[in-house]
């Protein structure tokens, strides 16, 4: 698994080129890479990710050197408070190997799995073409067969459409499913709110639905919902 892993870098690493800011590195994915409860599906990094750094010689994984995802994850009772609050305590320059090698064996001790569709990093949020995004859909695909995740979650409308080949109103439907078939395997897809960075007024509402879906379909069970 890690050589098809590795295979996947490599052609993330060429449409970073292609479609990412040179100056900074594509970012892949962390957590549990077989069989976890969850798979949530973000857009794509940003210079903001400091493992995007060509210095970084660490995980390449989502959200590190960031704050508000980890919040939302210790909401939902899938991450480790103490550790959210070292996470708040340290600046972005403060992250080093270590510390995101830990971040990173909590998300894999919750069973999760945090991926992005897009790999390619820009230096801000600035949104991406649709055909940007769809040129990575192939490629998530075989991450994802790798992986075998239970469920998928998917975040915007813009990523959720592109996944599902169908105009998504995650407004329109929540708490609802999709299926696909991905590598022989029919997934349930949810599509939810975007709940950071320029979504972060809806955060209330994928909180909701998340609680939800985790309560009602994987093991883990959210008895509290915090505000953030």
Not at 33 to 40: E, H, L, Q, V
Not at 61 to 77: E, S
Request: proline letters at 4%; glycine letters at 6%.
């Amino acid at each position: 698994m890690k050589e098809k892993f590795k295979e996947l870098q490599v052609e993330y690493d060429k449409l970073q080129l292609e479609y990412g800011d040179k100056s900074l590195d594509s970012i892949y994915n962390g957590g549990k890479t077989y069989k976890p409860d969850i798979c949530f599906v973000f857009m794509n990094p940003t210079g903001r990710n400091i493992a995007s750094l060509k210095s970084w010689h660490g995980i390449k994984a989502p959200w590190l050197g960031t704050k508000n995802i980890w919040k939302l994850f210790t909401a939902l009772n899938l991450f480790d408070k103490s550790l959210l609050e070292e996470i708040n305590a340290k600046r972005p320059k403060d992250w080093d190997y270590a510390f995101a090698n830990k971040v990173y064996a909590e998300v894999t001790r919750n069973n999760y799995f945090i991926t992005n569709l897009g790999k390619c990093t820009q230096t801000d949020a600035r949104p991406l073409k649709d055909e940007v995004l769809a040129s990575y859909l192939n490629l998530l695909e075989q991450e994802i067969a790798l992986v075998k995740p239970n469920i998928i979650i998917t975040f915007g409308n813009q990523v959720s459409s592109i996944i599902l080949n169908r105009k998504i109103s995650v407004g329109e439907c929540r708490k609802q499913y999709f299926e696909k078939e991905i590598g022989g395997k029919t997934y349930k897809i949810f599509p939810v709110y975007y709940p950071v960075g320029n979504g972060t007024f809806n955060i209330a509402k994928a909180i909701e639905d998340l609680t939800y879906i985790i309560n009602h379909y994987t093991k883990h069970h959210v008895n509290l919902v915090e505000n953030h």
